[in-house]
């Protein structure tokens, strides 16, 4: 039974390019949530992903968007890449929007 | 929104000892999850906890809702207990988790 993956592990760009990364929930997971994790911080909140809508949003400039398929994977997209979006990215799958959270590896980003 | 906070932010301990880690959380919660994150970056689930107790081998949890704490015991610690602990509540909608700072946990041989 396979958790919550995510690709790529790690990604460098630069300055004022683009991103996309990709999230696969867990068996039986219909939710997928986004995090961005700055060093040294927890876990921020993104957005949320249910019946392929966005179901709420933190606190993010229009920049960060994402996209849910059919088969529940996930999407985050980064436009005009900052400096201060080297993070870690997170993605959490659940098996509907109110319930727990799984955690896959994340994704390293650096923006050079 | 919902403020949480971890204590202490740091903790040192000596192989074989145990600690008691702090959450307190500013509203009322339906939904409090406890993580470790270990130097990997690997967020990992330990318990989820919106109210009483539960024992999984050498941690434990306890959740007082009333009072708006948690407590993470850990018993018997081992240096692969390292790392980062977090306690996350979900908010009033109940789906974004709202993380603390968290403790970063240095245990020694």
């Known amino acids: 039974d396979a958790g919550v993956t995510q690709s790529p592990t790690h990604l460098i760009k630069t300055r004022g390019q683009q991103v996309t990364l990709r999230c696969s929930p867990k068996?039986?997971?219909?939710?997928v949530s986004w995090y961005q994790q700055a060093l040294g911080q927890g876990p921020q909140f993104i957005f949320q992903?249910?019946?392929?809508?966005?179901?709420q949003r933190g606190n993010f400039p229009d920049r960060f968007s994402g996209h849910q398929f059919p088969n529940y994977s996930s999407e985050l997209n980064v436009n005009a890449l900052l400096l201060g979006d080297s993070a870690l990215y997170l993605c959490a799958s659940s098996f509907a929007p109110n319930q727990p959270q799984h955690f896959g590896d994340g994704t390293r980003l650096s923006i050079l | 929104g919902i403020q949480v906070e971890q204590s202490p932010p740091d903790l040192i301990l000596q192989e074989g000892a145990n600690s008691t880690l702090r959450c307190n959380f500013s509203?009322?919660?339906?939904?409090l999850q406890w993580f470790h994150q270990n130097p990997w970056g690997q967020l990992i689930n330990l318990f989820y906890?919106?109210?009483g107790t539960k024992q999984n081998g050498r941690l434990s949890a306890t959740t007082v809702a009333t009072e708006r704490y948690s407590l993470l015991y850990i018993s018997s610690s081992q240096t692969t207990d390292s790392g980062v602990y977090f306690c996350?509540?979900?908010?009033?909608?109940?789906?974004?988790?709202?993380f603390g700072k968290g403790t970063t946990l240095s245990v020694s041989s």
């Open positions: 906890i919106p109210s």
């Open positions: 996350a509540v979900k908010n009033q909608a109940g789906t974004a988790l709202i």
């Open positions: 068996s039986g997971h219909d939710t």
């Open positions: 509203d009322s919660v339906n939904n």
């Open positions: 992903y249910y019946e392929e809508e966005e179901r």
